[in-house]
């Protein structure tokens, strides 16, 4: 069936340097993706969406890229903080809005 | 944005009890969804819950098991009825925020379930 996949199950980077979390996607009718990052022991948090009208998008210190040739997705942070560790998952959908999700990959930073 | 609201935040249940969780949203919305997450896992959609309407439940998952209410446009219940051991997950309402051609889902802080 149709699935999303992250290609790493943990990352780890040092304080300050920027990190890229990158997803693949299976679904070609798939027209909007998101990126949510889950803390421990609190619900994922939403922090940036992309449309498949788009190949980049930017937010505050995260830049969302999305490739529709080979169904690629990534993350980059910018800068990466200690807060920033976490898991995060990417997401995508359809005209139907549900959501399917990868399997999530723990970012750690390292001080 | 919305602020979403669960209760309880955790709870340890007996095996072949039930467990009603709330969801409570600060706004109208029209669609909400349950997600359930296994620990160490990615979450799964269980039914998505439209007020008006029946639950539209994803495969794996049946209304014996789960079922939902939806009495209005800010608030949905989620049952784990006959609860066991691998119902211990961790529990999640969404809603969907936006006007169309640009919404987005925004999660509760979910329940944690764990069944003895």
């Known amino acids: 069936g149709e699935s999303v996949g992250l290609h790493l199950p943990t990352l780890s980077v040092q304080e300050g340097d920027n990190s890229i979390i990158n997803c693949a996607y299976s679904n070609s009718a798939s027209d909007y993706f998101i990126w949510y990052k889950q803390e421990s022991g609190k619900g994922p948090q939403f922090i940036i969406d992309?449309?498949?009208?788009?190949d980049k998008r930017q937010g505050q210190r995260v830049t969302v890229l999305l490739n529709k040739t080979v169904k690629h997705l990534s993350l980059q942070i910018a800068a990466t903080q200690p807060g920033d560790s976490a898991v995060y998952f990417c997401?995508?959908?359809?005209?139907?809005?549900?959501?399917?999700f990868g399997k999530g990959i723990t970012l750690s930073v390292r001080p | 944005s919305a602020v979403i609201s669960q209760k309880p935040s955790r709870d340890i249940c007996q095996r072949g009890t039930s467990l009603t969780i709330q969801c409570q949203v600060d706004s109208q919305v029209t669609m909400m969804f349950w997600y359930r997450q296994q620990p160490g896992q990615s979450l799964t959609l269980i039914a998505t819950?439209?007020?008006?309407?029946?639950?539209?439940?994803e495969s794996g998952f049946v209304i014996d098991k789960f079922p939902i209410s939806r009495p209005n446009l800010t608030f949905s219940t989620l049952t784990v009825s006959n609860m066991s051991p691998e119902d211990s997950s961790i529990y999640l309402c969404?809603?969907?925020?936006?006007?169309?051609?640009?919404?987005?889902?925004?999660f509760g802080p979910g329940t944690r379930l764990t069944v003895l």
């Open positions: 969404s809603v969907e925020v936006g006007t169309s051609g640009r919404t987005s889902q925004f």
């Open positions: 819950a439209n007020q008006g309407s029946e639950a539209t439940y």
């Open positions: 992309i449309r498949s009208n788009m």
């Open positions: 997401a995508e959908t359809g005209a139907n809005s549900k959501l399917t």
